[in-house]
């Protein structure tokens, strides 16, 4: 077992010679004879206590205590003042200069031994709290990082749940392909447009563009509950058909909401309700369900409506062909206003090329025509 080390600062030699007798079959000791030697000795020889006596030439023990105790070992190293003197004052400016005990001269041998192993005794418990509470740190670190895995185990989960719910959906329509896929990055990258720049700003930060993200591809949920014979029908809907057709926002938006009252998803099922119900909305009042306007239909709403419409345009459907990206670029900007809110056309603008990007990799291989008889209207 390693010899615990003292430092013996003293400049009276008989004093230093008295304390090396004491201590020498215990412990390791080391001698200054100024503050300033002792100051050195501590950064070399780093003991593990410090008996220092107060009258020194150069700096005092007082002022030589208080820079041991600010040093980056000071927290580790005992300090034993020594004086001559033994007045409240004195002792108080020791305790306030960081003097762990006090010693008057001349000391009785067996008190200041006792007094040298007290404060071994405490500087042992200090370094095994700090040892304990490393480990505890360790432990905290290592159970939030168990925490974060399986946090992110159970959103990837649930986000595959989600997704699958919402491909269901979608696979009664065999020739939307790889429609959510796409709708989930027109989104998220008109999000982003919105939240660097526009009136929109300080709605958009981090969590809606997560959020958009996830519930997007939910947004025409409520299709499973409309009759094959009209959501298949390759010719133009009748009106009662297209009656029938728009209730597909209010189902979508129902069961998510009642989903949404057995989940702790929060924000993220909250906005899957609102495009659900409100993606169908124009921006002029004449959409569905609600004939809302304007800001009173819900952002997220809005987003998706662009997203949707141009996924619509740019693809096959039983009721229509795929339109060229250009012609489907150019009747969403005519929409502006009427069907889509203009800050989000303005960011579809301002995006176009990723928006390009993203349908030549995850559309490559579908035929587009060039005609621009199609109006928005028809997009179901």
């Known amino acids: 077992m390693n010899r615990k080390c003292i430092l013996i600062v003293d400049d009276c030699a008989i004093n230093v010679e008295i304390l090396q007798e004491l201590l020498r079959d215990e412990y390791v000791l080391e001698i200054a004879n100024t503050g300033e030697e002792c100051l050195e000795k501590v950064r070399s020889a780093k003991p593990d206590l410090v008996l220092l006596d107060i009258m020194m030439p150069g700096i005092d023990g007082y002022e030589t205590c208080r820079r041991i105790k ?97 491909k269901l959906a979608d696979s009664r329509d065999p020739e939307t392909g790889q429609h959510l896929e796409r709708i ?61 057709m728009k209730r597909h926002a209010a189902i979508g938006a129902e069961a998510l909401e009642e989903a949404s009252h057995h989940s702790a998803c929060g924000s993220f099922l909250t906005m899957a309700v609102a495009i659900a119900r409100h993606h169908h909305e124009w921006f002029d009042g004449q959409g569905y369900p609600d004939g809302l306007a304007g800001q009173n239909i819900p952002l997220p709403a809005r987003i998706v409506a662009v997203a949707d419409v141009f996924d619509a345009l740019t693809s096959p459907r039983v009721y229509k062909p795929a339109y060229l990206p250009s012609v489907a670029m150019s009747i969403m900007e005519k929409g502006a206003g009427s069907h889509f809110d203009p800050t989000v056309i303005a960011a579809f603008q301002s995006r176009r090329e990723d928006f390009l990007r993203v349908l030549e990799m995850m559309q490559s291989g579908e035929s587009a025509l060039d005609e621009l008889s199609l109006s928005t209207a028809s997009i179901r």
């Open 184 to 244: 989930r990055k027109y989104c998220w990258i008109l999000a982003d447009e919105l939240s660097h720049e526009g009136p929109y700003t300080d709605e958009i930060d981090q969590q809606f563009k997560d959020d958009i993200w996830r519930s997007s591809p939910l947004h025409d949920v409520g299709k499973v509950g409309i009759p094959d014979a009209i959501l298949l029908k390759p010719g133009k809907l009748t009106a009662e058909e297209y009656e029938v």
């Open 70 to 166: 600010e040093s980056p070992i000071g927290t580790f190293t005992q300090v034993i003042l020594i004086s001559g003197k033994a007045s409240a004052s004195e002792r108080l400016e020791g305790y306030r200069a960081g003097a762990d005990d006090f010693v008057v001269k001349p000391f009785d041998h067996d008190e200041l031994l006792a007094k040298v192993r007290v404060q071994f005794r405490l500087r042992d418990t200090l370094a095994e709290l700090w040892t304990a509470n490393a480990k505890i740190q360790a432990f905290n670190s290592e159970l939030r990082e168990m925490v974060r895995q399986r946090t992110d185990e159970v959103i990837a989960t649930r986000d595959v749940a989600v997704f699958a719910l919402a």
